[in-house]
């Protein structure tokens, strides 16, 4: 090997080795200015706790300069009222409430309203909501037509949370679907519906949205409106659509509920099916026994028969499953033989 060739080995050695230092040095430097950063935001945390802890016990307020001037604690600030002000009431809220104004953190949230970025939409959204900043209820509307899931939902959430039912007027003409857990949401915060609740109600059981017609068969469950029993039974649609159909007017059952469910059953799908059973598990018709019965016996798909068991099961029937096994069909035995031996055991673990 010549000494030209040795040398640029040389180089080459020595250039990666400095690129390796460098590197080092720069892996160092950023794990020491993240470490830095928690730190500083750990020990501003406990200033920022004492603060809120002061407000709460003694009403006073005290305005931290340095706070006031930097925008990453000021934020942090106001994550902490929100935080704080989701765990309490009455007085103390009062005064998390104060800090905010003190500090003027609703131009803070408004930045955020206004940001591109979605997730810091969504965090706006959620802290205007929590802080009750109702004078930002018309930029919030505004989002409600944003493409991105994350901001329409939360802001969904905020108008509801602000306005209760008469928020929920942008069910009229919703194209994007709303989700299980957002059905969830909107259901545990609407307490009462106005006097001309019923009419809006009525209008979006005709909604050509499936997610908005399963609300609102919810929502009248939840509230009882047994005057909305007849628009209910009148809904068509998708299985989804109809199986909480059927949940719906088991809740708001009369006595027309169970003849009607046993008339609409041969025409219905098996998932929709499985529903009208689960619905007359918990019937005291007395023509609901005899339809059991009868689909036990008869019905052509063994997870509707073995429904149907269980239905009888829980109705107490005992005597008259046992009366079905001199029917001398194998499968109809081996259905029951396992229901009875199921709930036996179940009974027995308790």
């Known amino acids: ?52 802890s002061k407000a709460i016990v003694t009403s006073e307020i005290e305005i931290d300069e340095v706070i006031c001037e930097s925008r990453p604690l000021r934020n942090q600030f106001l994550s902490a009222l929100v935080d704080a002000s989701r765990r309490f009431s009455g007085h103390a809220r009062e005064e998390i409430a104060a800090l905010f104004q003190a500090y003027d953190l609703k131009e803070e949230v408004l930045g955020k309203l206004k940001d591109r970025r979605t997730h810091w939409i969504a965090g706006g959204i959620q802290e205007a909501a929590v802080m009750e900043l109702e004078d930002l209820v018309p930029t ?9 899931p994350i901001v329409y939902q939360e802001a969904q959430f905020a108008i509801v949370s602000f306005q209760g039912f008469d928020g929920l007027d942008f069910l009229d003409d919703l194209s994007f ?146 009366a079905l096994l001199t029917e001398g069909d194998p499968v109809l035995k081996q259905i029951i033989y396992h229901v009875l031996r199921e709930k036996d055991a179940s009974a027995n673990d308790i």
């Open 1 to 52: 090997m010549d000494i030209f060739t040795l040398r640029n080995l040389y180089i080459a050695l020595i250039v990666v080795l400095a690129l390796v230092l460098v590197l080092s040095v720069v892996v160092l430097a950023i794990s020491f200015f993240k470490y830095n950063r928690i730190i500083n935001r750990k020990r501003w945390r406990v200033k920022i706790d004492e603060i809120i």
């Open 140 to 148: 919030i509307h505004d989002l409600l037509s944003h493409p991105s």
């Open 177 to 322: 679907p709303l989700s299980e857990w957002q059905n969830l949401r909107l259901l545990s915060i609407i307490k009462k519906i106005p006097e001309n609740g019923e009419e809006k109600l009525r209008f979006w059981l005709k909604s050509p949205n499936p997610t908005v017609v399963i609300f609102v068969m919810r929502l009248i469950a939840k509230m009882q409106l047994l005057s909305l029993y007849d628009e209910v039974e009148a809904v068509e649609g998708e299985d989804r659509v109809k199986i909480q159909q059927v949940k719906t007017l088991e809740a708001l059952e009369n006595e027309k509920t169970v003849p009607s469910f046993m008339e609409r059953f041969p025409d219905e799908s098996e998932e929709v099916q499985k529903a009208i059973l689960q619905a007359l598990k918990y019937s005291r018709h007395p023509e609901a026994v005899h339809f059991l019965s009868l689909q036990l016996k008869n019905h052509e798909q063994g997870a509707i028969r073995m429904q149907a068991a269980e239905a009888l099961h829980h109705l107490g029937k005992i005597d008259e499953m046992k």
